[in-house]
């Protein structure tokens, strides 16, 4: 009675050790499990921040590339239009100025040819070698020529100061969207580097975690093998030996009341 006793009370720990070790190695088992998911989720995720990041900062680099050389490209133009329309408006100066004494210098041979169609024969000028007989022709030769140069220098006056304009406009517009495309970017890169940052902490954390809890299953499945011996081999054979006692019980009863001459033959 004392051996069934006392063995039950080992089954009685033993059911009860089993129970809360069964219990703590599922429970690690499964915090060891979720950790170990939540590590590479936040791992995953790092490295594509990082790599966003990374592509984000190069997008930026090619953009202030980018407005450096239109800028560049957009002075060297600008320079070389303002000189073009200042030639433009100094020729048609020049041209207008020479259109002018041309023009009092035929009005002038005019007259002078009227006068000699009338029979007065008015001195000729030094310059002249012969009688002057007038250049009507050769007047509105000139005059033209003149004024259709004029007229090209105008133009291209005009034409360079709407190329200039239009150029102008669309570096303004390239310069506006990529000042609001690069600003998006930084706007990027600061929120992703804050969610990085903040990831990285919670997966030191969940390192940190899995680490402790790692070592909390490895003590439950050590404690495990030490119950095993005692408690799960000897549980299995557990019922069987409590009969085999039972069984041994009644036969010693038996034969105590052969003794004592109770039994009857």
């Not at 070592?215 to 054979?237: I, M, N, R, T």
């Amino acid at each position: 009675m004392e051996e069934a006793t006392a063995e039950a009370e080992h089954k009685g720990w033993c059911d009860t050790e089993l129970a809360t070790n069964e219990h703590t190695r599922k429970e690690k088992t499964a915090a060891v499990m979720m950790l170990h998911a939540e590590i590479d989720e936040l791992s995953a995720s790092i490295a594509k921040e990082t790599q966003e990041i990374a592509e984000l900062v190069a997008g930026i680099a090619d953009l202030d590339k980018a407005m450096a050389e239109a800028t560049d490209l957009r002075k060297s133009e600008k320079e070389k239009n303002e000189e073009t329309i200042a030639d433009a408006q100094e020729a048609q100066t020049a041209v207008a100025q020479a259109l002018t004494v041309l023009k009092d210098f035929y009005s002038k041979a005019s007259e002078a040819t009227a006068l000699l169609q009338q029979g007065q024969q008015p001195t000729p000028p030094p310059i002249f070698d012969s009688p002057y007989k007038g250049m009507g022709d050769e007047a509105g030769g000139v005059v033209g020529m003149l004024e259709v140069i004029e007229s090209d220098f105008a133009r291209l006056e005009a034409d360079t100061k709407a190329a200039e304009a239009a150029a102008q406009k669309e570096y303004d517009t390239f310069i506006t969207d990529s000042r609001v495309d690069k600003e998006g970017k930084e706007t990027d890169v600061e929120h992703k580097t804050a969610k990085k940052g903040a990831e990285e902490q919670a997966l030191s954390s969940a390192q940190s975690d899995l680490e402790g809890t790692q070592k909390e299953l490895d003590a439950a499945l050590a404690y495990f093998d030490k119950l095993k011996p005692s408690c799960v081999s000897e549980g299995v054979d557990y019922d069987a030996r409590v009969q085999r006692r039972q069984e041994e019980i009644e036969s010693l009863q038996e034969a105590l009341r052969i003794l004592n001459g109770k039994e009857i033959v």
